[in-house]
């Protein structure tokens, strides 16, 4: 997959400009607040309709303006497509001129995106891990999604439950009919969980041995609140009675404390450097290195699915990373096209061949 040419009008600070990228790699340089994260993030709006910033529309037109209107060539090993977005009241998307809905996944257009937000994976708590496991599933998977809505929407309605049995304790004898249902779908959601984390412990994993020169290991594992070490590989009928058995052994804690405790919705995908977790004791360049480890092994396990290797969107990645860090990515993604931003053109980005592009206050001087 690659970008053939973008053109954005009236796109946050851009007025209006045409980047025609190079197949390969393309650098995006210049000073701060000017308009280089901006760039990606209108390419990212192709291929999964959101911001990676998680940005609303109206906050993507540019200021004083009704809409902003994005026009994006794109090619794949078959053919080249035109898609454009217009952003006013309401997003409206066409590609090759027709008209259709831009949902997730739908535009056949696919990138990757690794942005600075993206180190609260190794840095923050369990919820950014679940998430980023729920979206990286969710586009392999084709059921998953379901699933999941099934078992928060249960789990929804079970802590409402135990809110309620604070004044009306006889409605306990209720709470078994939704733990059987949880079950189910929570030993689903374990499975999948589980096996995408050992295919991404596999690519992540090596991504990592080789930018650090085989110095440092990564290892990423699933952990259970429910399950503990014992880990089902596939839905089983006896995997989730034991889930079912869990969750009744902690309903006494689920009772005192209004809430469901255990189950999927608290689990986490640990991610350790060296046997140590990383969130605890990595270093900055540690931290930054294993998130982007994980980024990248989402889009190599994504190019494996597809056949066509996703266009990968690099927001401020090599600030913090030594020179020989920064080297193995350029390497590791030479089969990709790349847009990467940066303040400075390091050492390592300026033996890369590809096209250099200057961002300054919305607009592009080569
Ligand atoms: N809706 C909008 N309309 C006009 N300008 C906007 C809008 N949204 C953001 N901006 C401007 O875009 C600029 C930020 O652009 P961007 O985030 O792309 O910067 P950057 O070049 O990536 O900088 P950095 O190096 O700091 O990451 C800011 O000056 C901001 O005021
Ligand atoms: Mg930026």
Redesign the pocket.
Known sequence: MRVETLTAEGF??IEKITLSADPQMNILY??????????L?AIGLFSSGKSFRGAKDS?????G?EWAKLTLSFADSRRTQQAELILSGEKSYRKNGVKMPLQEKTSEFCCAVFAPRHLSLIADGPQERRSFLDTAISALQPGYASYLSQYERLIRQKNALLKELFKNPRLADTIPLWDRQIAKAGTVLTCYRNDYVKKLNQTAGALYRGMTGKKETLCLSYRSTVFGDILPEEYRTEAAEAYLEALADFAEEDRKNGVTMLGVHRDDMVVEIDGMPARLYGSQGQKRSAAICCKLGEALLLQKILKEPPVMLL??VMSELDEERQAYICNRLRQMQVFI?C?DISHTLQLQNGRVFR?EK?RLAE
């Open positions: 946050r600070n210049g000073k701060n607040a000017q308009g280089k994260t901006n760039l993030e906050e993507m037109i540019g200021f303006r927001d401020d931003t303040c961002v919305g």
